[in-house]
T-cell receptor, first 111, second 114 residues
Framework: GEDVEQSLFLSVREGDSSVINCTYT??????LYWYKQEPGAGLQLLTY?????DMKQDQRLTVLLNKKDKHLSLRIADTQTGDSAIYFC???????????FGTGTRLKVLA | SAVISQKPSRDICQRGTSLTIQCQVD?????MFWYRQQPGQSLTLIAT?????????ESGFVIDKFPISRPNLTFSTLTVSNMSPEDSSIYLC???????????FGPGTRLTVL
């Protein structure tokens, strides 16, 4: 079945850039998504990228997609303490409406 | 996008009881989803709820344990029946809307079973 993997933890200093990585096995998803989950909250859609794009920039967020390597990354520029959260990548399972979520990366921003 | 609310936001329940979670959306949507997020884990899809039809359950989830209602295009409920401590999780509803197959999530219901 489909598999979506992320590293579990990332720690960065305030002001630095953060890069959160995601690898997947199913390459048929039309869109790939990044969600943010703050403590005690639901999932907030951060951004998405269309599968025929290599890069998408949205303010401090840059998404890179390498379809050949089945690798997706989220770069957060000038990381702030308010960016501390769990970040999930997600894609739509082949031929279905179901999402497959990554394992989640807990980002900790040190002041 | 869509604005989604859930009730209750959290609850502490006794073993053997049932809890019904409500999900309300600010617009009409065809597809609604219910997820479970166990402590420290990612999201697992419980079922898909389309208005006017029976919910479709994922492997490992059954209707007797997680009955779902979908009476109209803006509302759904999930009941967690005969609860045990293993049911302690965050339960999230989501809806799919827009042209980018995007799912939007409610704030979640944090359930603790003693």
């Amino acid at each position: 079945g489909e598999d979506v993997e992320q590293s579990l933890f990332l720690s960065v200093r305030e002001g630095d850039s953060s890069v959160i990585n995601c690898t997947y096995t199913d390459s048929s998803s039309t869109y790939l998504y990044w969600y943010k989950q703050e403590p005690g909250a639901g999932l907030q859609l951060l951004t998405y990228i269309f599968s025929n794009m290599d890069m998408k920039q949205d303010q401090r967020l840059t998404v890179l997609l390498n379809k050949k390597d089945k690798h997706l990354s989220l770069r957060i520029a000038d990381t702030q303490t308010g960016d501390s959260a769990i970040y999930f990548c997600a894609l739509r399972s082949s031929g279905t409406y179901k999402y497959i979520f990554g394992t989640g990366t807990r980002l900790k921003v040190l002041a | 996008s869509a604005v989604i609310s859930q009730k209750p936001s959290r609850d502490i329940c006794q073993r053997g009881t049932s809890l019904t979670i409500q999900c309300q959306v600010d617009s009409q949507v065809t597809m609604m989803f219910w997820y479970r997020q166990q402590p420290g884990q990612s999201l697992t899809l419980i079922a898909t709820a389309n208005q006017g039809s029976e919910a479709t359950y994922e492997s490992g989830f059954v209707i007797d344990k997680f009955p779902i209602s979908r009476p109209n295009l803006t509302f759904s409920t999930l009941t967690v029946s005969n609860m045990s401590p293993e049911d302690s999780s965050i339960y999230l509803c989501s809806v799919e809307t827009g042209s980018t197959d995007t799912q939007y999530f409610g704030p979640g219901t944090r359930l603790t079973v003693l």
